[in-house]
Nanobody, 120 residues
Framework: QVKLVESGGGLVQAGGSLRLSCTFY????????MGWFRQGSGKEREFVAA????????PAADSVKGRFTVSRDNAKNTVYLQMNSLRPEDTAVYYC?????????????WGQGTQVTVSS
């Protein structure tokens, strides 16, 4: 069974940086597209960034373009989200997602989330 464990969240001042990590357990990490989503208080979950099995990043959300970078290390079964120039509006719970299509069926898995709080 696939399990995703996020880490790296915390409290940071506006303008600061954080790097989130998501470690993948229980499957072939290199076969999954990986993504990051976030959910602010009282808001719907939204897409942030994603990276394909080949390591190509998808276009990030407009709200984070130029500030957030997604990467993956297949040797460590880990995907990262480097967040720079953080703003108070980036405050949210950040979730890692793993996605694969197998036998024509889509499967996706979610981590438990890690809280990021940006103070002004």
């Amino acid at each position: 069974q696939v399990k995703l464990v996020e880490s790296g969240g915390g409290l940071v001042q506006a303008g600061g940086s954080l790097r989130l990590s998501c470690t993948f357990y229980g499957g072939a990490f290199s076969s999954y597209d990986m993504g990051w989503f976030r959910q602010g208080s009282g808001k719907e979950r939204e897409f942030v960034a994603a990276i394909s099995v080949s390591g190509l990043p998808a276009p990030a959300a407009d709200s984070v373009k130029g500030r957030f970078t997604v990467s993956r290390d297949n040797a460590k079964n880990t995907v990262y989200l480097q967040m720079n120039s953080l703003r108070p509006e980036d405050t949210a719970v950040y979730y890692c997602n793993a996605f694969i299509v197998a036998g024509s069926y889509p499967y996706d898995y979610w981590g438990q989330g890690t809280q990021v709080t940006v103070s002004s």
